[in-house]
């Protein structure tokens, strides 16, 4: 089946540097991306929806020059998190269309210490 | 409303059947899901119905989804001590296609 590879599964980074977020599709070609960022014991909220070859389109709220998304290619699509805060810790997943749903990553624990 | 709404916690006993509800938004959905969450892991998309059927089972669990009132359910039969997680209702926004999640239910089951 349709699989994302998703990576790292956990980074601890200190406050200020910028940490970059890796999804894969590794027996499709994913045209479009989806970002969703969990907070501890909350639901899914999605933040952006990246296509190949074209800018990411931002939810409300959420801020562009913070969380920039890249999908250069029809395999892979990276979120970076620029100039991190302790606010910005969090659990952040990638999901990919595929057939009749959506194919999830694992998720990125990041910790800004 | 504008959310995907559920109840927020559930408990059980080992053995009994658990039933997860949701109220969904998008009566044009095509399809709406469910993923199980365990603690510190991602999505594991448990099932999922087509918005022309009003019943799927799979083994253990049975989806209800009554689409006059945009009403979905989850049923787990038998339900064990490993199906302790957190539970999502999903659907795809027919106008934009996104997936939008409900909160968010956590079973818990006693032994």
């Known amino acids: 089946g349709a699989v994302v590879s998703q990576h790292p599964s956990r980074v601890i980074c200190k406050s200020g540097t910028s940490v970059k977020i890796e999804c894969r599709s590794l027996d499709f070609q994913a045209t479009t991306m989806f970002w969703y960022r969990q907070f501890p014991k909350k639901s899914l909220m999605l933040m952006a929806t990246s296509n190949e070859g074209s800018k990411a389109t931002y939810e409300q709220g959420v801020e562009k020059d913070k969380f920039l998304i890249n999908h250069a290619s029809l395999t892979l699509s990276t979120l970076t998190v620029t100039s991190a805060h302790p606010e910005d810790s969090s659990f952040y997943i990638c999901s990919a269309p595929t057939g009749y749903g959506y194919t999830f990553g694992s998720g990125t624990r990041l910790t800004v210490v | ?111």
């Open chain 2, 1 to 111: 409303g504008e959310d995907v709404e559920q109840s927020l916690f559930l408990s059980v006993r080992e053995g009994d059947s658990s039933v997860i509800n949701c109220t969904y938004t998008d009566s044009s959905s095509t399809y709406l899901y469910w993923y199980k969450q365990e603690p510190g892991a991602g999505l594991q998309l448990l099932t999922y119905i087509f918005s022309n059927m009003d019943m799927k089972q799979d083994q253990r669990l049975t989806v209800l989804l009554n689409k006059k009132d945009k009403h979905l359910s989850l049923r787990i039969a038998d339900t064990q001590t490993g199906d302790s997680a957190i539970y999502f209702c999903a659907e795809i926004r027919s106008n934009t296609g996104k997936l939008i999640f409900g909160q968010g239910t956590t079973l818990q089951v006693k032994p």
